[in-house]
């Protein structure tokens, strides 16, 4: 079965560094594009960045553009999300998901593209 696991979220402060990783497993990851999300309390869920299989092709949202990194390694089976100069609005449980579908690179990272789910990692920014 489809296991997707994150890790890497915490604490931190506002202008500061935090690196998730997500794991996939039970699928060939090559075949899938991968995303993270996120959800605040209360905030509809947002597409914050995608990759696409070959990770020659990715997307940001506006919120994160110049501040997030995107990458993967296909032999690790792992996508990561690296985010820079953090602030108190990116505070949310984020989630990556593993999905057949690429929109491009201006095409967004639409929730329901992508079929597997891993139970989210927090990350709070305190300013």
């Known amino acids: 079965q489809v296991q997707v696991v994150e890790s890497g979220g915490g604490l931190v402060q506002a202008g500061g560094s935090l690196r998730l990783s997500c794991t996939a497993s039970g699928l060939i990851f090559d075949d899938y594009a991968m995303g993270w999300f996120r959800q605040a309390p209360g905030k509809e869920r947002e597409g914050v960045s995608c990759?696409?299989?070959?990770?020659?092709?990715?997307y940001y949202s506006n919120s994160v553009k110049g501040r997030f990194t995107i990458s993967r390694e296909n032999a690790k089976n792992t996508v990561y999300l690296q985010m820079n100069s953090l602030k108190p609005e990116d505070t949310a449980m984020y989630y990556c998901?593993?999905?057949?579908?690429?929109?491009?690179?201006?095409?967004?990272?639409?929730?329901?593209?992508?079929?597997?789910w891993g139970q989210g990692t927090q990350v709070t920014v305190s300013s």
């Open positions: 998901a593993a999905g057949r579908i690429w929109r491009g690179r201006y095409g967004g990272c639409l929730g329901d593209d992508f079929g597997y």
């Open positions: 990759i696409r299989w070959s990770g020659g092709s990715t």
